[in-house]
Nanobody, 121 residues
Framework: QVMLVESGGGSVQAGGSLRLACEAA?????MGWFRQGEHNIREGVAA???????AYENSVKGRFTISKDNAKNMLYLQMNNLKPEDSSMYYC??????????????????WGQGTQVTVSS
């Protein structure tokens, strides 16, 4: 059973920062962060592959940074200059298949339980 455990969510004021973490039990080719959007659709936020190539959703570019610690099988999302519209449940997801590591939720196989981020204005 694949286990992904997210942490680091919380409540902050607009302009603040949070750092999300996702603990995985093994290395994965592609790891990503997603958030729950309208109509319960999971929207891609950022992704990173085993070579360190990253992809970001346009609204977070320049504010969020995805990174990972291969030695610890940890995935991170540094979120700066948070806005109220960033409020959501954030999920970590992984897949082992190769190919472009995008922010398309359908391409991911395993998901964590999520961590809540709330940004107040």
């Amino acid at each position: 059973q694949v286990m992904l455990v997210e942490s680091g969510g919380g409540s902050v004021q607009a302009g603040g920062s949070l750092r999300l973490a996702c603990e995985a039990a093994q290395p994965w080719y592609c790891m990503g962060w997603f958030r729950q959007g309208e109509h319960n659709i999971r929207e891609g936020v950022a992704a990173i592959d085993s070579n360190g190539y990253t992809a970001y959703e346009n609204s977070v570019k320049g504010r969020f940074t995805i990174s990972k610690d291969n030695a610890k099988n940890m995935l991170y999302l540094q979120m700066n200059n948070l806005k109220p519209e960033d409020s959501s449940m954030y999920y970590c997801a992984v897949r082992d298949s190769t190919g472009s590591c995008t922010t398309q939720a359908a391409a991911y196989d395993y998901w964590g339980q999520g961590t809540q981020v709330t940004v107040s204005s």
